[in-house]
């Protein structure tokens, strides 16, 4: 199976500031199909991203994804006190699904 | 508006089995393919199967974790999916999120999670 290594595991910035997110595959991901997923505490997942670069449904202008390969990376070009969350990777170009482990993005 | 609500989870003893549901509403049921997810307490996100359309013929396939445990079927005149857990352990004890899978996008809609707890 494909493994997803994001990084950092934490990372603290402070609203308006840029964040960047990586994601990092074992092996190519097929057709570029990596989701980028925001999740609150309590909350299910939120598709933000996906195959790669394509903003989902009501995903805010300020959160962009690039990446092809094996490497990925989400931006939040300024960040807004509701973008401090958890961002989970996800690649489903291969049948055997598998996420990243997460990175927190807290406020600093 | 597309809603997936779980059912089914609480508490159960090691070894014993569980059946979740998922109830689909506002989409064409029978030409989508769903997932099932779970995670476990202060833990990531955990992929455990999914089950296409019957048009593509109703294929599953399942992470090796949980393969041979856990079976996800469907009843397309229900608009229903459900994921069978046998010979449950404890760390099986998760919430579980049953999901709309999209080829192109994903997991796009999501339930809202239906926890599961296996202990004595």
């Known amino acids: 199976e494909i493994v997803l290594t994001q990084s950092p595991g934490t990372l603290s910035l402070s609203p308006g500031e840029r964040g960047t997110l990586s994601c990092r595959a074992s092996?190519?991901?097929?057709?570029?199909?990596l989701a980028w997923y925001q999740q609150k505490p309590g909350q299910a997942p939120r598709l933000l991203i996906y195959?790669?670069?394509n903003r989902a449904a009501g995903t805010p202008v300020r959160f962009s994804g690039s990446g092809s390969g094996t490497d990925f990376t989400l931006t939040i070009s300024r960040l807004e006190p509701e973008d401090f969350a958890v961002y989970y990777c996800?690649?489903?170009?291969?049948?055997?699904?598998?996420f990243g482990q997460g990175t927190k993005l807290e406020i600093k | 508006e597309v809603r997936l609500v779980e059912s089914g989870g609480g508490l159960v003893q090691p070894g014993r089995s569980l059946r979740l549901s998922c109830e689909v509403t506002?989409?064409?049921?029978?030409?989508?393919?769903l997932s099932w997810v779970r995670q476990a307490p202060g833990k990531g996100l955990e992929w455990l199967g999914f089950?296409?359309?019957?048009?593509?013929?109703?294929?599953?396939d399942y992470a090796a974790s949980v393969k041979g445990r856990f079976t996800v079927s469907r009843d397309d005149s229900k608009s229903v999916a459900y994921l069978q857990m046998n010979s449950l352990k404890a760390e099986d004890t998760a919430v579980y999120f049953c999901?709309?899978?999209?080829?192109?996008?994903?997991?796009?809609?999501w339930g809202q999670g239906i926890r599961v707890t296996v202990s004595s």
């Open positions: 996800h690649q489903y170009g291969d049948s055997r699904y598998t």
């Open positions: 089950i296409g359309s019957v048009r593509f013929g109703g294929t599953t």
């Open positions: 999901t709309r899978l999209d080829g192109y996008l994903g997991f796009d809609y």
């Open positions: 506002g989409l064409i049921f029978e030409n989508n393919a």
């Open positions: 092996q190519t991901v097929t057709s570029s199909l």
């Open positions: 195959a790669a670069s």
